[in-house]
Every structure is written in C-alpha cells, then in structure tokens.
C-alpha cells in the first residue's frame, strides 16, 4: 500500500491549496478516504472522509464550508480542496485509508489503517 500526498506549502490567510494524493497498492475504489493533519505535539484531526464510491463526504465543524474533499477511482487519487484558509490550519496533512470493515460506518468514529507520509501546509501571512 502506498498513498503519496501532494500540494503543501505555505499561503495567505484567505487563500487556497488543492492537497491530492496517489494511491497504489490496493483497489482503491473499494476503500472509503480520509484526510487527516496533525500540528507539533497536538493529536490527529481528521478534517474530511469520503465514502468508496464519492457518494459521501462528511466534515467536521473546523473546517465545514472551506474544504471539499472528492476521488477519481479511475486515476487512484483522492483530493482536498482547501479554501478560506486560516493560520489554525496549518499542519502536516496525510492521506489515511479506512480499514474495509468500516466502509460506509464512519459514524461510529475514525477508523484508519494506512497513512501517507503527509505535505506540510502552513498559512500564514
């Protein structure tokens, strides 16, 4: 398994990223996605999920309104479109897949197995 994230780097508040990540390795149109970053001594927070099929996407508060996630099965690729950007969400984000048994159950929390090896996204002016 290998996801291989891309599309870090450093914006103004108020600016954009578009975050993708290469997945090989496995049947990625079976797998439900998720993004999830972390800062320096803080715990993981996942900031989007997205069903196998694209069908759902779930957000938490944090970032409601300003991220988009989405997936092309036909390339292997998930993406994250960051907008509204804000120095709170600066951190490292990973590309983290959901183990096969929780597909469709993101309700009963966070599940993740695999992780890429994240991009940095610092916002700051």
């Known amino acids: 398994v290998q996801l291989v994230e891309s599309g870090g780097g450093m914006v103004q508040p108020g600016g954009s990223l578009r975050l993708s990540c290469a997945a090989s390795?496995?049947?990625?149109?079976?797998?439900?996605m998720t993004w999830v970053r972390r800062t320096p001594g803080g715990g993981p927070e996942w900031v989007s999920y997205?069903?196998?099929?694209?069908?759902?996407?779930r957000y938490p508060d944090s970032v409601k309104g300003r991220f988009t996630i989405s997936r092309d099965n036909a390339k292997n690729t998930l993406y994250l479109q960051m907008n509204s950007l804000k120095p709170e969400d600066t951190a490292q984000y990973y590309c983290?897949?959901?183990?096969?048994?929780?597909?469709?159950?993101?309700?009963?929390?966070?599940?993740?197995?695999?992780w890429g090896q994240g991009t940095q996204v610092t916002v700051a002016s």
């Open positions: 983290v897949r959901v183990p096969v048994q929780y597909r469709n159950s993101w309700t009963l929390g966070p599940k993740y197995d695999y």
């Open positions: 390795g496995f049947s990625f149109s079976n797998y439900d």
């Open positions: 997205i069903n196998f099929s694209g069908t759902i996407t």
